[in-house]
């Protein structure tokens, strides 16, 4: 489908000849083959921009190695950058969740896979961490969303908060809460409802929820075969609920991978897990190098 960025630049290269360090001129080529990559993996443009001016400042003057071609070595100077932007601080997947019990807000649109995530995020926790989990659905405009949850956590073996008709999700938070402490859970996950797009009410909503569980981690949940989007929907909730990761779904499919450069470079905010699949096992740590591949092709 396309050409990979490897070919790209060994066809630039073919057509240059040079011997010992890498010129400005050699380099500008490159880059430009560089940019047009990113922006088919669905990388934003102004991301793109400032992405390949750090590999030029990178590349500009090093010297060729000689065991490889010029075009190996930009390839190796892209792939390094884009590691050190993807990669977030600390151990991938960590989340904070020591001090039980430790609230977990689920924020997103909807559709996005949110409580899909939530449930395979508990059955991650309670499998591989051995936590005791607690999952409540704050999603009181859909009947369903709730009972939706309620059969996932039969089907994982974790407790769902009991459904009590006609509560609001600030009571619903508090109910949480007030259970996860007298049965002794060590995290519990609130998953909040979604919209199909942003607006005010959704954000108020949330910050009432966030203020009442004071989450230790905000995780927001984005399809990432959404790209641009994605990205848009990350600025802001970010800057109205102040996220500490991001969950990628849907990369089972077959995006290119931009949106995740995009997301880690315009907010900062670590991207956390990966969904791949619909399956409760189809949640993984994050690892850049595997994206760092499927953006270069
Ligand atoms: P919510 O509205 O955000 O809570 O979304 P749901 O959790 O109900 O998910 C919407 C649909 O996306 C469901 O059919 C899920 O099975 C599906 N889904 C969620 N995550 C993934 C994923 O990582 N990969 C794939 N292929 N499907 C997913």
Known sequence: MFENLSERLSGVFDRLTKQGALSDEDVKTALRE???AL??????????????????????????????????????????????????????????????P?????????GS????????LAKRLKDRDGKRVLMAS????????????????????????PIVPGQK?????????????MGGYDVYMLDTAGRLHIDEVLMDEVQIVRDIATPREILLVVDGLTGQDAVNVAEEFDSKIG????????????????AALSMRAVTGKPIKYVGLGEKMDALETFEPERIAGRILG
């Open 34 to 36: 560089v940019r047009v």
């Open 169 to 181: 999700p600030a009571d619903i938070a508090k109910r949480a809460k007030q259970q996860a402490t």
């Open 243 to 258: 996220i500490t990761g991001v969950v990628l779904t849907r990369m089972d499919g077959d995006g290119r991978g931009g």
């Open 39 to 100: 922006l088919e993996a669905d990388v934003s443009l102004p991301v793109a921009r400032d992405f390949v001016k750090a590999v030029q400042e990178k590349a500009t003057g090093q010297a060729v190695t000689k065991s490889v071609t010029p075009g190996q070595q930009v390839v190796k100077i892209v792939h390094d950058t884009l590691i050190d932007v993807l990669r977030g601080e600390g151990e991938p997947g960590a989340l904070k969740i020591d001090n039980p």
């Open 102 to 110: 430790a609230p977990i807000l689920m924020v997103g649109l909807q």
């Open 113 to 120: 896979g949110k409580t899909t995530t939530t449930a395979k």
């Open 138 to 161: 704050l999603d009181v405009y859909r009947p369903a969303a709730q009972h939706q949850l309620e059969v996932l956590g039969k089907q994982i073996g974790v407790d769902t908060l």
